[in-house]
């Protein structure tokens, strides 16, 4: 049904066009000199629309009741009809080819995801020059107002997080950026010069914050890893290398003998299984390993072929004589929360049996049952697998690294990038320094004494 709301000195009615859920989103204002004329005008557009199932557009409701011709100047073009013209011009010819000229394949089915969720259904509808900063701040509202995750625990939901919304807003802004100047002579998204930094009403993101695991932790969780990952684990904590990374790693892509074993990373597991490029140019890159790594990828190594994986899923047939890779979502779910929620039970107080059943053997342990007890040497928290990297990546400064071997070795496109996430571990040092310095000056002052 079409809604009426008060907005300071004017009224606004919205509504769906035909009335469903994903219909386009209509909205028309109405001003007067006195604001009950505005509201009787209100009303009689919510009763237009109503009285035709919702099958009117904005343009025909202002037409109706102020006379008013709302049609688009020749050459308009809504934005939903830009949308698919943006789209067309960003598919990448061949995705597979090195060069980042063009977005890769699933970078652009993440921004056409955004698109399809949270901005075509409230401004799709709308032509390009319609689209200013007050439409964006009204988008804004509705976003935050918008309730995600509905589940039969949960069935009010969970707001939109602050990310997710300046994700949604940062795609706007680059598919309407695209649209200057050939349809607008501005991008409404975009910043003015001289003004504040948020005029629409973005929330704050929270700083991302890593686990980092301290020795113990790692070793806890290696050894509860069962033997399908307990070499995965092993490689990405002392590497650093991403999960999509180590996962599609060929025996041809590590050199084991010599005195600098290393490996290289040429590709990256993508959403959907695909395999493609890595993450950006400065992705591509050769990471030496140590003596100890060396020997797990050398064991891995042996009795295969140049192009097979070092890193198979287990148990899938190959295909065309190609090893399979792993799905990420059937990894950490049936192998690495096993292995964490057993790295989180105390042998001496395990948690609570599962109740047995009336017939057939008791079910195993879920992986959110764990002990609760305060024995040293058991993991209390629950991190990822990539925290495996972040892990390595806090090591390495606190053993004295820079920031721009760390980067060059983590495959940040930015040192910025390195310092947001590892400038923690710098932080360690200055005790010792501190230390240091007041040592050299009471060395002088015995000396001047």
């Known amino acids: 049904m079409a809604t009426i709301e008060k907005r300071g000195s004017s009224y606004r009615v919205t509504w769906r066009l035909g009335g469903t859920r994903d219909g386009a989103r209509q909205s028309a204002s109405f001003t007067a000199p006195k604001l009950e004329a505005a509201h009787v005008l209100a009303k009689r557009a919510k009763k237009l629309t109503e009285g035709h199932g919702h099958r009117i557009t904005r343009a025909e409701v202002l037409k109706a009741i102020l006379g008013e011709d709302a049609s688009p100047p020749d050459g308009a073009i809504t934005f939903a009809d830009w949308t698919k013209l943006w789209q067309a011009s960003r ?8 060069g980042y000229d ?54 009010g939901g969970h707001p939109i997080s602050a990310q997710s919304l300046r994700t949604a807003h940062g795609v706007l802004h680059l598919v309407l950026g695209s649209a200057v100047p050939r349809f607008i002579p501005r991008n409404p998204a975009a910043r003015p010069a001289g003004v504040r930094k948020n005029r629409v009403g973005l929330p704050k993101v929270t700083p991302f914050e890593g686990m980092f695991l301290t020795p113990n932790e790692v070793d806890r969780i290696h050894a509860s890893c069962d033997p399908h990952i307990q070499d995965l ?25 010599g005195d600098e074993p290393e490996l290289r990373v040429r590709r990256a597991l993508k959403k959907g299984g695909r395999i493609g490029l890595p993450k950006s140019a400065k992705s591509f890159r050769v990471v030496p390993v140590s003596t100890e790594v060396a020997k797990v990828l050398t064991a891995r190594c042996k009795g295969k072929r140049p192009r097979d994986l070092i890193f ?19 990894l950490n779910r049936r192998h690495w929360a096993v292995a964490v929620a057993e790295a989180m039970r105390c042998d ?6 599962p109740p047995k059943p009336r017939r057939g053997p008791a079910r195993k342990l879920r992986s959110d049952e764990v002990s609760t007890c305060g024995c040293p040497g058991v993991l209390r928290r629950r991190p990822r697998m990539h925290d495996g990297r972040h892990t390595h990546a806090s090591d390495l400064i606190k053993a004295g690294w820079q920031l721009h071997e760390v980067q060059d070795r983590l495959g940040h496109a930015s040192p910025l990038t390195t310092l947001t996430i590892y400038g923690h ?22 000396e001047e004494g």
């Open 233 to 257: 684990w092993f490689v990405l904590v002392n590497t650093g290398i991403r999960l999509g990374e180590a996962l599609v790693l060929r025996i041809q892509d590590v050199t084991i003998e």
């Open 102 to 155: 063009d977005i890769q394949p699933d970078t652009l089915a993440g921004y056409i995801q955004v698109l399809t969720t949270r901005i075509l259904p409230y401004l799709g509808h709308k032509y390009l020059h319609e689209i200013d900063e007050d439409v964006i701040i009204d988008w804004v509202k509705t976003l935050k107002a918008t309730r995600v995750r509905r589940t039969k625990a949960n069935p």
């Open 425 to 446: 571990a710098l932080k360690g040092k200055h005790r010792a320094r501190l230390d240091s310095l007041a040592a050299s000056r009471a060395a002088v002052d015995d």
């Open 312 to 330: 198979p899923c287990p148990g899938k047939k190959k295909l065309k004589g190609a090893e399979r890779t792993w799905a990420e979502n059937n």
């Open 348 to 353: 001496e107080h395990p948690p609570p049996p």
């Open 91 to 98: 598919e990448p010819v061949n995705p597979d080819a090195p």
